[in-house]
C-alpha cells in the first residue's frame, strides 16, 4: 500500500515551460487536493476534487489546472511557468472529504528560473 | 474570510519544559479544527483534530469558541516533539482545508 505518491520530487523550469505534476493514490479516496508551500505562508490550497470528473479552485489557482479522470490520479499542470510558481507542492487525499485525515504525499520541490 | 492564525513563526523550549503553540480563528460559526505535524525528512500528518478530543504523543488541543482558539498543548515536550506544527480549519460545508502560517517548534536538550 503505496498511500499518496507523487512524482517528480525535484524539477527545474525556466519560465515559459509547461509541465505536470503526477499524484497517484491506492487507497480509493474520493477526496484529493494539491497544496503549495511557501515560507512564512504555510499551505495553500490550489485545487482539489470531490470525485472523477470533478475538480474545483481553491485559494490561489491562477496559473494551474487539473484534471481528475480516474479515481487514482490528479494530476496538476503549470502551463506556463513563472518564477512565483517556485515552491514545495503536495498532494493529499481523504477518504471523502476535508473533515476526514489527509493523507499527504511526499511533496515536488519545483525552482522555475 | 476565514482565516487561521499562529502568532509563533518559532517556538524553543527546554525538554520537559510544557510547551503551547498558539492558534487563532476567524468564524463565528461550529468549525472543524485540526493540527497536522511536519517532522524533519517526513510527510505532514494529522497530529489531532478537536472532534475526536484525544491526546496524541502526549498532546491536546481544547477548542475555545469564546476566544476562538485551538491551541495545542503538551505538559512535558520531548526532543522528538522538535517540528514544523500546522493548525487547520475547515467551516461549515466548506470543502476546503485553510491551513495556519505554521510554527516550527523546536525542543532544546
Known amino acids: 500500500n503505496a498511500g499518496v505518491t507523487q512524482t517528480p520530487k525535484f524539477q527545474v523550469l525556466k519560465t515559459g515551460q509547461s509541465m505536470t505534476l503526477q499524484c497517484a493514490q491506492d487507497?480509493?479516496?474520493?477526496?484529493m487536493s494539491w497544496y503549495r508551500q511557501d515560507p512564512g505562508m504555510g499551505l495553500r490550497l490550489i485545487h482539489y476534487?470531490?470525485?472523477?470528473?470533478?475538480?474545483d479552485q481553491g485559494e490561489v489557482p491562477n496559473g494551474y489546472n487539473v484534471s481528475r479522470s480516474t479515481t487514482e490520479d490528479f494530476p496538476l499542470r503549470l502551463l506556463s511557468a513563472a518564477p512565483s510558481q517556485t515552491s514545495v507542492y503536495f498532494c493529499?487525499?481523504?477518504?471523502?472529504?476535508?473533515?476526514?485525515?489527509?493523507?499527504f504525499g511526499s511533496g515536488t520541490q519545483l525552482s522555475v528560473l | 474570510a476565514q482565516r487561521v492564525t499562529q502568532p509563533e513563526k518559532l517556538l524553543s523550549v527546554f525538554k520537559g519544559a510544557p510547551v503551547e503553540l498558539k492558534c487563532n480563528y476567524s468564524?463565528?460559526?461550529?468549525?472543524?479544527l485540526f493540527w497536522y505535524v511536519q517532522y524533519s525528512r517526513q510527510r505532514l500528518q494529522l497530529l489531532l483534530r478537536?472532534?475526536s478530543r484525544e491526546s496524541i504523543k502526549g498532546f491536546t488541543a481544547d477548542l475555545n469558541k469564546g476566544e476562538t482558539s485551538f491551541h495545542l498543548k503538551k505538559p512535558f515536550a520531548q526532543e522528538e516533539d522538535s517540528a514544523m506544527y500546522y493548525c487547520?480549519?475547515?467551516?461549515?460545508?466548506?470543502?476546503?482545508?485553510?491551513f495556519g502560517s505554521g510554527t516550527q517548534l523546536t525542543v532544546l536538550p
Open positions: 493529499a487525499s481523504s477518504i471523502q472529504g476535508i473533515g476526514e485525515k489527509l493523507f
Open positions: 487507497m480509493n479516496h474520493e477526496y
Open positions: 476534487s470531490v470525485g472523477a470528473g470533478i475538480t
Open positions: 468564524y463565528s460559526g461550529s468549525p472543524e
Open positions: 478537536h472532534i
Open positions: 487547520a480549519f475547515q467551516s461549515g460545508s466548506a470543502r476546503q482545508l485553510t
